[in-house]
């Protein structure tokens, strides 16, 4: 015998379960699939239960949701599944593990804005809160309406003001106090001389053409000028060159 074998063999088995032990584990793994099947036969009841309600409903086609009681997410989820399978919407309102619940609604007529805000918000939405919501959106809208009508009439006002001066009069009573006119502002007037010219002297009534052929008749004036007096000084200069020339040959001799 090897000596995996003689270990093996050494070794002190496990103790062997009573039968009281096996009865008992028996009974415990009875009771839980007892409770699988009873808790599978309520689910099943619950779906069918279900589907009757999300049936009647949507074959009526009168009432705007149906609503169910608060229960765990599993049997939301039943309800979800339904619903979707039915061709109808579903929303879940409340906190999760106190009072969340679904309601069902048909596809083509969902929840409405208020309705969502009132449940959101752990209201309770029936036909009382629908017409009190309702009534505050007519209120709402009348209340827009008339604060345009304000807006635009003090816009007409201001505008009519603007053009009479009587809005900047206003605006500025706390500069030019409240008696202000044009006849107590002082008047500017353009000098009409400066230095020792006057100012009409000064402008420039001649053409855009005119003047840039002056200033080329100027330009060309003055290259002959300088080209005469560049002529000149080398003249001047060759006949001084000639008399240096001369003193210098008088020297040699």
Partial sequence: M????????????????????????????????RK??????????????????????IKDGTKLSLQFEPM??????????????????????????????????????????DELSVRREGGVWDDEKSAEMAQ????????????????????RKHGADELSGTFYKQKYAHLIGQEAAIDAAQKTNMNKSYGEV?????????????TMADIKAKKVKKAETDRANADSEGSIGHSEGSNVQGAGSNCSR
Avoid at 40 to 53: A, D, P, Q, S, Y
Avoid at 146 to 151: G, I, Q, S, T, Y
Avoid at 201 to 208: E, F, G, P, Q
């Fill in 2 to 33: 090897d000596l995996l074998g003689s270990i093996l063999n050494s070794m002190q088995k496990p103790p062997s379960a009573s039968d009281e032990q096996k009865k008992a584990i028996k009974k415990q793994k009875e009771a839980i699939e």
């Fill in 36 to 57: 699988h099947e009873q808790e599978k036969h309520i689910l099943n009841k619950f779906c069918r239960r279900v589907e009757e309600k999300i049936s009647n409903f």
């Fill in 72 to 113: 765990d997410q599993m049997y939301r989820s039943v309800i979800r599944d339904v619903a979707t399978t039915a061709g109808a919407q579903v929303y879940s309102f409340g906190q999760e593990g106190v009072d969340r619940y679904a309601v069902v609604y048909l596809k083509e007529k969902g929840p409405s804005e």
């Fill in 136 to 155: 505050r959106r007519i209120d709402m809208v009348k209340q827009a309406e008339l604060d345009d009508l304000e807006e635009k009439s003090r816009k």
């Fill in 198 to 210: 006057p100012s009409e002297n000064k402008k420039d009534s001649r053409s855009i053409e005119q």
